[in-house]
């Protein structure tokens, strides 16, 4: 990995802060199927989870599923 490849890759506490600040967003419903339930995380737990997931090593294989669970919420809100 070249030395600048880290600089351009976000810390993964900005991706799990990111990821747990999507309960906040909602948008229209859909009619076809039903939307799985989006859990609320509070402050609390959002600061301990970027907090250990930060104390992960980068090429940790939790940190990219982490991402894929990201993606997935994104879809359960725009369900809503």
Do not use: N, W
């Amino acid at each position: 990995m070249p030395p600048t490849a880290r600089c351009s890759m976000p810390p993964a506490a900005v991706l799990m802060i990111a990821v747990l600040s999507l309960t906040a967003c909602a948008t229209a419903g859909s009619d076809s199927a039903p939307c799985p339930p989006v859990v609320e995380y509070s402050t609390v737990d959002q600061t301990r989870a970027a907090t250990e997931v930060e104390a992960l090593p980068e090429e940790a294989v939790l940190v990219r599923m982490m991402s894929d669970y990201a993606v997935l919420r994104e879809q359960a809100q725009a369900c809503r």
